[in-house]
C-alpha cells in the first residue's frame, strides 16, 4: 500500500513554490483553505514546466495552516481528504516552520467514518472524512514535509505541530494521480 515518497525535485521549484506559498497562503486559523488554481499557475511557471515534463495536471491546490501546538480544533485529530481513487496523491510543499513537525498516518481501527460535504476546501464541492471520538487508529507511517512529499491523502493522516510556530505548507492536488512518480 502507498503511504508517501519524498520526490526529488530541483531547488528552484521548491524555492519558487515556498514564495508564492509565503504570500498566498491563508491568514486566517482555517486550517486549510482552496486557494486560487489561476493565479498560481499564472506565477509558478518552474512547477508548470516540471509538471508538464512529468505528464501531469494540476486540478487545485490548498493553503495547509496548522498553529501552534494544534490549537485549531480540527488539527487535533485524524482525517481524510476523501477523494476519489483517481485523485487522492497531493503533492505537499514546505513553505515555513515544516521541519521540527511530522504527518502521522493511520489505520482506522474501530468508530465511525464521518463524511462531511464542505465546497470550501479540498478542491471545493468534494467531502473529507473525519471520525468519531471513540475511534482508535494505528500509526503505520510519517514524514517530515523537510522537501516534497507525494501522500495518499485517502488516508487518515494529522500533522503534528508541538512546536510554538506556526507550520505553513502548499498542497497541490492533480487532475489524474501522477502514478509514475512513485
Not at 516540471?50 to 494544534?70: P, S
Not at 481528504?81 to 487522492?88: A, F, I, K, L
Not at 510519517?142 to 498542497?171: E, G
Request: proline share 5%; glycine share 4%.
Amino acid at each position: 500500500m502507498f503511504y508517501y515518497k519524498h520526490i526529488d525535485i530541483d531547488n528552484s521549484i521548491s524555492e519558487e513554490m515556498k514564495h508564492w506559498g509565503l504570500n498566498n497562503i491563508q491568514t486566517s486559523d482555517d486550517p486549510v483553505v482552496k486557494l486560487d488554481v489561476e493565479k498560481f499557475k499564472n506565477d509558478c511557471p518552474l512547477f508548470l514546466e516540471w509538471c508538464k515534463n512529468n505528464d501531469i495536471e494540476v486540478g487545485w491546490l490548498v493553503g495547509i495552516k496548522v498553529n501552534a501546538h494544534n490549537e485549531q480544533a480540527a488539527t487535533k485529530a485524524p482525517h481524510t481528504d476523501y477523494r476519489p481513487v483517481d485523485q487522492n496523491y497531493a503533492l505537499n510543499f514546505p513553505v515555513q516552520n515544516c521541519e521540527d513537525t511530522h504527518t502521522e498516518m493511520y489505520k482506522h481501527i474501530t468508530g465511525k467514518e464521518i463524511i462531511i460535504e464542505d465546497d470550501t476546501v479540498a478542491g471545493g464541492m468534494k467531502s473529507y472524512k473525519v471520525f468519531s471520538p471513540d475511534s482508535t487508529f494505528e500509526e503505520v507511517a510519517r514524514f517530515t514535509l523537510n522537501k516534497p512529499v507525494m501522500f495518499d491523502i485517502n488516508q487518515p493522516h494529522k500533522v503534528i505541530n508541538n512546536t510554538d510556530k506556526t507550520r505553513l505548507a502548499l498542497s497541490i492536488r492533480f487532475i489524474k494521480n501522477p502514478y509514475k512518480l512513485v
